[in-house]
């Protein structure tokens, strides 16, 4: 008896167009490690609990709260970019107050040497509801990443989720709230190609290499984890 994990290394012929694919890790804040989001660097590290896990998401079942206190709460990270491609970024944040901060972006060489202007997108009030803030930009020719965050006014408090970086070029895998791999009786391991669409029946799940369930409609190139009932 061997559990029912397969390794799958699929190729998914797809007839429509492929949506763009966020190449921001952990965009929804749904995965946590002493007190942060991973993989984002939060003003934790100088003001403890400026940033904490919340249940008042946007979407999914966690959100980012940050807390101004006598200084900024911020949450950033970084991407690799390709230089002279079109991103679409996208937040939601939901401010109580009249002001909240801001989010800012900059394009960095592989030595974290700024190229161009950064651009900031401020956030005001939305009351008890989130707003979206976007923005296309288009990496500079010397670009190699870019950084991104968000930074609030001290003592202030603003509810972050969703905070994303569409590259339209390449196929994207949607993210589901964590559903834990459990081992099944019963498993063989197997690669092959997917065929197109792919059927989907009460007895098979699929999951990308981060543990996110995928569902058959969303698979793109990639490996995959299948489980059966």
């Known amino acids: ?29 749904e995965f946590w490690l002493l007190g942060s989001p991973l993989p984002w660097l939060t003003s934790n590290v100088i003001a403890e609990s400026s ?16 807390r101004g206190q006598d200084t900024s709460a911020f949450v950033a990270t970084t ?10 970024f996208s937040g939601f944040c939901r401010v109580p107050g009249l002001v909240g901060g801001s989010f800012l972006l900059q394009w960095t060489t592989l030595l974290a040497q700024p190229v161009g202007s950064p651009v900031v997108i401020p956030v005001v009030y939305s009351g008890a509801s989130y707003r979206e803030y976007s923005r296309w ?24 989720d969703d905070v994303t970086l569409d590259d339209t070029t390449i196929t994207a895998v949607g993210e ?12 063989r391991k197997f690669v092959g190609l997917l065929p197109s669409p792919v059927p989907r029946t009460s007895r098979q799940f699929f999951y990308d290499p981060l543990g996110r ?12 984890f299948v489980l059966d009932e």
Do not use: W
Request: aromatic share 8%.
């Open 1 to 29: 008896m061997k559990p029912a994990v397969y390794l799958l290394a699929g190729l998914v012929l797809l007839a429509m167009p492929a949506p763009a694919a966020n190449i921001i890790v952990n965009p929804s804040f």
């Open 137 to 160: 930009l288009t990496a500079p020719d010397s670009a190699a990443l870019i950084a991104v965050s968000f930074a609030t006014l001290p003592r202030t408090t603003v509810y972050l």
């Open 79 to 88: 991407t690799v970019v390709r230089p002279g491609y079109s991103y679409r």
């Open 51 to 66: 940033v904490v896990q919340d249940t008042n998401a946007h979407s999914g079942e966690y959100c980012a709260l940050l």
């Open 213 to 224: 369930r995928v569902s058959a409609g969303r698979l793109g190139p990639g490996v995959y």
């Open 176 to 187: 589901s709230p964590a559903a834990p791999i459990r081992p099944r009786p019963e498993g």
